[in-house]
């Protein structure tokens, strides 16, 4: 992993056409394409290591992600894929297949294997009711391919403006368009409609859904459950050196167009004026620029601006107060895992298992691949481990209990990997640090600890969703706290929405 130091800004030009706060892939998504159009883009990063919540960073000669993830969305008319051709950049990347392995409470692995007629067969396996599974698959399959053919042609989705309705109607054809009822039918009910009454299926479904739609089969809208429980069917990929290494793919190319980035200047104020908007940060760097792109949480947007715009964040916040924090873990262990493991797992843990007041059902553990001496030496291996929690209850307790918790939480989670993981049993730790919504607040600057974006709900409806597009001309929103939400393909479509967008406001 190249050493990130903090970057000076002496000699930096304080006019900009762009500025993007934060360096998520959603913000470096469109700075990579506004800079390969010609724009001077600056991306200003409040932390040490750029990437936000696909980053990765160092402890003691070890690279660990930001949390456990995968990579998708390299397939033909997927954002990652359109991201390339576009800016003639090439994120490095290994395929892997499968993708994950999925392990019930009887230890039973599910493998998610890539082609589609072999995972079917293998979940019919684990599940049976093989004509309900394939007729679930076969519409899953159907709709998660429509939902990625028709989103690079619905760049200006969620409509904002009377004229984006229009757009709408030229760019989809009557097959887009049979698949809006989905939008009010949540995967659970389509199962159901299909005949599926394993119980354990449901559970699979709840557990899957839950890493990419923040939210079970019953609260999950199909026409996004269907990509989400799809994903595993499409290419997925490892980034050699950590995730790290596609954001410096990004910022490389920016700085090859004339574009900058800042690490440690945390905005403070966003000022509109009659020029665009005023920039400051926390280490008294001030910029200006027309156009403005905010890759932060809307929970953090009311704290850095004031007046309508303020009133505007803040109305929008209390509308989203609910959302996810993260427990995670990074491990460095000796090698001793099996030969041919996946690089990806998820486990389910037992109902009511001792610690469900403070994380969820299942647990994520993402492992480097053997041999990738960038982030762990020869015959070591490094593991990431996340699941989800409650930021509240993390928050709210004192010092002394916090500490103590989060040590039960973390030998928990390590006894569970040290006896499901395949061969971990024999491995010697050498590495173990762990973090909480507490951990996530502090050091990526995300309020409270929220982390994966706003949960999906039946309760909302796709056009409540927040725009890109925010009635203050010239500031636009990216990232998983805005449309289309979660996950590193969907946060970097909306980048690539808002490019469109400012292409079309700033001709």
Known sequence: MRTTRTRSSEGLSSEWDVVVIGSGMGGLSAASLLSTDGKKVLVLEAGLHPGGCSSSYTRKGYVFESGATTLVGFDPGQPMKFLEEHTGMHIPRHELNPSMSVWLEDQKPVIRMKDKAEWVDHCISHFGEEKAQRKFWKKSFYVADRVWNISLKNTF?????????????LNNSPKDLAILPYMVRSVAQVARSCGITEERFYRFLDEQLIITAQAGATQTPFIFGAAAICYPNSSNFYVPGGLIEMVFTCLDHLESNHGQWLNKQKVVQINQNKQGYRITTDRGLEVQAPIVISNIPLWNMPDITDGQIRDYFHKETVTYSDAWGAFTMGIALTDTLAEGLSLHHQFHLPEGHPYSDWIARSFFVSISMRGDTQRAPEGQRVLNVSTHCSPEKWLGLDQDSYEKMKMKVQEYLFEQVQQRLPGAERAECLQLDAATPRTWEKWVYRKDGRVGGIPQSMKRAVWDWTSP????????????????????????????????????DFK
């Open 469 to 504: 597009v925010t009635p203050f001309k010239g500031l636009y929103l990216v990232g998983d706290t805005t449309y289309p939400g979660q996950g590193i393909p969907g946060v970097t479509l909306s980048g690539i929405n808002v490019y469109y967008r400012i292409a079309k």
């Open 157 to 169: 989705f969620p409509p904002a403006k009377p004229s984006d309705f229009f757009r709408l109607a």
